[in-house]
């Protein structure tokens, strides 16, 4: 699939603090329609992605994440409520990006209910006012971005930069929905970077925040774009994979340890790259194995425990599932 962006000149861009413009998605039935509403957003500063089908949005939507999406009701394919929809429920969709949803005039009452109760931030009909339109998006970015600088500050760790528990949490409640609906794998690693001796110990706040960072600097170019990065509530480091089983764990463990090895080459004060703990649950299929989200973290964290007093011989990583029974 291949797209092209219509951006405005610099000098049209909105003066906002932005280095790049705005991304509107639109997608309307008509070509003619699809083209006029294109060359008023562009001439306002906006930069556009044009489409005339339902599905073809639907992916650009998820390719590109738009900063906004102006989505006519009668698309061919599926309509502007069912992009929507499916949107609304997709797990790396940001939620608050505002949709504006169009239609022919009049409208039925409950189409425009259906809109408003499945996400939609207004609900326009033909002819649209072009003017009015423009005032609205600026209103909607601009609540956005402050919804979004106020979320990053409460949901992110800002010593190590990656997701608090409670972020962590919610992200794997939206990833344990889409993998049970689907019947994906779904896995949750926790890791801990230790030296010979055992290193920081959980309940050593200072220290386990200081062997994250350092962990993090060496180990996040290993992570997919996917996974979801976070920390446990006792501050240890947790990852979210989604479509992932056992064995992709384990595959993941191995990237890992080698992007360690290349990163620290050299370095000094910090544990050699086998060096590290991890826990692990994981299943094939998620639908089999119905649990609480926060049972995700919950078990890899217990996997990890096992193993939190290493011997010369024993694994640097456990699965839940092979926990001894005592």
């Known amino acids: 699939m291949s797209a092209a962006i219509s951006t405005p000149e610099p000098a049209d861009m909105p003066n906002e603090g932005h280095q790049h413009p705005p991304v509107i998605l639109i997608a309307t039935e008509g ?32 390719r590109y994440q738009p900063d906004a999406m102006i989505l006519d009701e009668h698309l061919p394919g599926l309509s502007g409520i069912e992009v929507m929809k499916l949107l609304r429920e997709e797990p790396g969709f940001d939620a608050s990006t505002p949709i504006v949803i169009t239609a022919p005039s009049p409208t039925q009452r409950q189409v425009r209910q259906e809109a408003y109760e499945n996400g939609a931030w207004d609900f326009c009909t033909h002819p649209l006012e072009a003017e009015t339109l423009i005032l609205k998006l600026s209103t909607f970015l601009r609540a956005r971005r402050a919804l979004s ?130 826990g692990y649950w994981a299943v094939h299929d998620f639908a089999s194995a119905p649990l609480e989200p926060s049972e995700l973290i919950r078990r890899a964290a217990k996997a990890l425990d096992h193993i939190s007093n290493p011997s010369p011989t024993e694994r640097l990583a456990m699965s839940f599932d092979k926990i001894p029974i005592s």
């Open 31 to 62: 070509d003619w329609a699809g083209r006029s509403l294109e060359s008023v957003l562009v001439a306002h500063g906006y930069a556009v992605l044009r489409s005339g089908d339902g599905e073809d949005a639907l992916a650009l939507a998820k």
């Open 149 to 278: 600088e106020a979320r990053e500050q409460a949901l992110m760790d800002q010593t190590t930069g990656v997701l608090t528990h409670q972020s962590l949490e919610r992200w794997a409640e939206q990833l344990a929905a889409r993998a049970s609906r689907n019947h994906e794998p779904l896995a949750c690693v926790v890791l801990m970077p230790s030296d010979a001796k055992g290193g920081p110990r959980a309940n050593e706040t200072d220290q386990v925040t200081g062997a994250v960072s350092s962990f993090l600097q060496l180990s996040k170019d290993a992570f997919r774009r996917s996974d979801i990065v976070g920390r446990t509530a006792d501050g240890r480091l947790a990852l979210l994979a989604p479509d992932t089983d056992g064995d992709g764990v384990e595959g993941m463990l191995a990237r890992l340890r080698a992007a360690i090895a290349e990163a620290s080459a050299g370095a000094t004060g910090f544990p050699s790259p086998t060096e590290f703990k991890a």
